[in-house]
T-cell receptor
Framework: DAGVIQSPRHEVTEMGQEVTLRCKPISGHNSLFWYRQTMMRGLELLIYFNNNVPIDDSGMPEDRFSAKMPNASFSTLKIQPSEPRDSAVYFC??????????????FGPGTRLTVL | GIQVEQSPPDLILQEGANSTLRCNFSDSVNNLQWFHQNPWGQLINLFYIPSGTKQNGRLSATTVATERYSLLYISSSQTTDSGVYFCAVVGFGNEKLTFGTGTRLTIIP
């Protein structure tokens, strides 16, 4: 398996622009997670999906952030409008969800976002 | 929510040395994973270890769930072991991985 695939790997944009990050989970996995890593806050969960349904979005910083999972093999994280404080590395992870939280999460390579 | 503390925050060792990294957590956990973030930023799974002991080559991990801590052992360190090691846990009743702040390991040739 190719593992979790994220695109783009690097994104540089200007403040106010829309940014879309993409993720393809490992085939057969039914849970998908979006994380953000910054120097100040470390690694933090933004949102996760089970069977394409958003379960917990309490980590989404504000309304400028939105995430979708239209099917089992694709998810997007969108920021509109982007701000310099959104600069971070965004990771996508997936797992096979047995329903009790005991499953190993596998991480993608991340997207390094820089908002100027 | 559950708190995860890692120690030491930084560790500098000579190549060939052994090291022990510690992870303390504030509540019972259903899931505990150790990750290595390499200098290129990739997060690599090392162990899934909510309890017990596991070994993989020069690395081993032990989690004592009743005492709420886990240890990662690295023997005969190599320069490629450099990077940040994270412990992450999931508390009972949810699926959110909560990460510690990491231990930055630097191996000097």
């Amino acid at each position: 398996d190719a593992g979790v695939i994220q695109s783009p790997r690097h994104e540089v944009t200007e403040m106010g622009q829309e940014v879309t990050l993409r993720c393809k989970p490992i085939s057969g996995h039914n849970s998908l997670f979006w994380y953000r890593q910054t120097m100040m806050r470390g690694l933090e969960l933004l949102i996760y999906f089970n069977n394409n349904v958003p379960i917990d979005d309490s980590g989404m910083p504000e309304d400028r952030f939105s995430a979708k999972m239209p099917n089992a093999s694709f998810s997007t994280l969108k920021i509109q409008p982007s701000e310099p404080r959104d600069s971070a590395v965004y990771f996508c992870a997936s797992s096979f969800n047995s329903g009790v939280g005991t499953d190993t999460q596998y991480f993608g390579p991340g997207t390094r976002l820089t908002v100027l | 929510g559950i708190q995860v503390e890692q120690s030491p925050p930084d560790l500098i060792l000579q190549e060939g040395a052994n090291s022990t990294l510690r992870c303390n957590f504030s509540d019972s956990v259903n899931n505990l994973q150790w990750f290595h973030q390499n200098p290129w930023g990739q997060l690599i799974n090392l162990f899934y270890i909510p309890s017990g002991t596991k070994q993989n080559g020069r690395l081993s991990a032990t989690t004592v769930a009743t005492e709420r801590y886990s240890l990662l052992y690295i023997s005969s360190s190599q320069t490629t072991d450099s990077g940040v090691y994270f412990c992450a846990v999931v508390g009972f009743g949810n699926e959110k991985l909560t990460f510690g702040t990491g231990t930055r390991l630097t191996i000097i040739p």
